[in-house]
């Protein structure tokens, strides 16, 4: 798990603001030529919120975004995230989609199928922008890891 205290300008009296990361993929062991889904979870301290991933516009260049380190891993779909409310964003002044409090972020991926049995480490970053609805960070990024492991090949099916 990673984790990221924010103190924005004019905040540095209060307690620091906490967004902690946790990653992991379902299942947690496939076999090769297998799927799986990779889950990166953001807890956000009471009062602070995120953006969406798919905000338009002039709105995108705050959007929040996933991003892989090298993966041996090739993606089968799109990212996803859990839904996003339509908030009015003090700090912005206008109505935006935001996540509160949790945002869960997901990709499917397809296992090679010449990938060898182990453990096989899936890392990258969250890039995003956190607000109080009086202030926002600059751009921040916090890391994630997970791991998957690769099953040895099962016994062949009986004639």
């Given at each position: 798990?990673?984790?990221?205290?924010?103190?924005?300008?004019?905040?540095?009296?209060?307690?620091?603001?906490?967004?902690?990361?946790?990653?992991?993929?379902?299942?947690?062991?496939?076999?090769?030529?297998?799927?799986?889904?990779?889950?990166?979870?953001?807890?956000?301290?009471?009062?602070?919120?995120?953006?969406?991933?798919?905000?338009?516009?002039?709105?995108?260049?705050?959007?929040?975004?996933?991003?892989?380190?090298?993966?041996?891993?090739?993606?089968?779909?799109?990212?996803?995230?859990?839904?996003?409310?339509?908030?009015?964003?003090?700090?912005?002044?206008?109505?935006?989609?935001?996540?509160?409090?949790?945002?869960?972020?997901?990709?499917?991926?397809?296992?090679?199928?010449?990938?060898?049995?182990?453990?096989?480490?899936?890392?990258?970053?969250?890039?995003?922008?956190?607000?109080?609805?009086?202030?926002?960070?600059?751009?921040?990024?916090?890391?994630?890891?997970?791991?998957l492991k690769i099953e040895?090949?099962?016994?062949?099916?009986?004639?």
């Amino acid at each position: 798990m990673s984790a990221l205290e924010l103190a924005p300008p004019g905040h540095a009296a209060e307690a620091p603001r906490v967004i902690k990361l946790h990653a992991i993929t379902l299942p947690s062991s496939v076999h090769s030529g297998g799927t799986f889904r990779l889950f990166v979870r953001a807890r956000l301290s009471e009062g602070w919120h995120i953006y969406s991933l798919h905000l338009t516009g002039h709105e995108a260049p705050m959007a929040t975004r996933v991003t892989l380190d090298e993966s041996m891993f090739p993606a089968a779909a799109p990212w996803g995230e859990s839904p996003a409310q339509l908030a009015l964003d003090g700090a912005l002044g206008k109505a935006i989609k935001i996540h509160r409090n949790e945002a869960e972020f997901y990709r499917d991926f397809y296992v090679p199928d010449d990938l060898p049995p182990g453990a096989y480490p899936i890392s990258g970053h969250l890039w995003f922008r956190a607000c109080d609805n009086k202030v926002c960070t600059v751009p921040q990024e916090l890391g994630f890891e997970a791991f998957l492991k690769i099953e040895e090949p099962g016994p062949a099916p009986a004639d």
